[in-house]
């Protein structure tokens, strides 16, 4: 089975601080990492994704295979990443397994 | 171009009765996800679809639930007799031809679904 686990159900930190957002996988095959973002009122929409290797406003996520980790990472947080997060995996299934989401809330 | 669209964007029903929810992906793609998200939880997959074929609805929880896509374009989720536990946001998402692991799955607004 495969699982995603996102320990902060909500992250608060200030403008200008850095945010870490954890995520924490489950799953016997090589998988495919994903970060989702949902904006107030706006629909889920892609961030980046681990094959990438990119930075998405100013967003980073490494795979570390032995931690079985995909940690989302920004050196100074700005009021606007304030929205949901959402890591996800595919794995053999079609579909995406998602975690539960962090709100990250960045504080003035 | 417009996003993948969904209707109605809310939806109330009494227990009991049947529901029909609509999706329109983004014109030319070929793949379709259905997700359930439930109040404080991430989206659950349930089922998914290339073109016209179903090709995996391990995710839908029980045979109350439906879904079709006969044309290969729009598509629909029904939910029989429904329960409360139905309650929940239901996500479509589309993706474009392509390696399906590499695609980034574009989602609609959602319907939410209240069974009182």
């Known amino acids: 089975a495969q699982r995603v686990t996102q320990p902060e159900k909500l992250l608060s930190v200030f403008k200008g601080a850095p945010v870490e957002l954890k995520c924490n996988y489950s799953y016997s095959g090589s998988p495919e990492l994903f970060w989702y973002v949902q904006y107030s009122r706006q629909r889920l929409q892609l961030l980046l994704r681990h094959i990438s290797r990119e930075s998405i406003k100013g967003f980073t996520a490494d795979l570390n295979k032995g931690e079985t980790s995909f940690h989302l990472k920004k050196p100074f947080a700005q009021e606007e990443d304030s929205a949901m997060y959402y890591c996800?995996?595919?794995?053999?299934?079609?579909?995406?397994?998602f975690g539960k989401g962090t709100h990250l809330i960045i504080q003035p | 171009g417009a996003g993948v669209s969904q209707s109605p964007r809310y939806k109330v029903a009494k227990r009991g009765q049947d529901v029909a929810l609509r999706c329109d992906p983004i014109?030319?793609?070929?793949?379709l996800f259905w997700y359930q998200q439930a109040l404080g939880q991430g989206p659950e997959f349930l089922t998914y679809?290339?073109?016209?074929?179903?090709?995996?609805k391990s995710g839908l929880p029980s045979d109350r639930f439906f879904a079709e896509r006969p044309e290969g374009s729009v598509s629909t989720l029904k939910i029989q007799r429904t329960q409360q536990e139905d309650s929940a946001v239901y996500l479509c998402?589309?993706?474009?031809?392509?390696?399906?692991?590499?695609?980034?799955?574009?989602f609609g607004p959602g319907t939410r679904l209240t069974v009182l």
């Open positions: 996800a995996l595919k794995g053999g299934a079609d579909g995406l397994t």
């Open positions: 998402a589309s993706s474009p031809p392509g390696l399906a692991t590499y695609n980034e799955q574009f």
């Open positions: 014109s030319g793609h070929v793949s």
């Open positions: 679809f290339q073109n016209e074929a179903q090709l995996d």
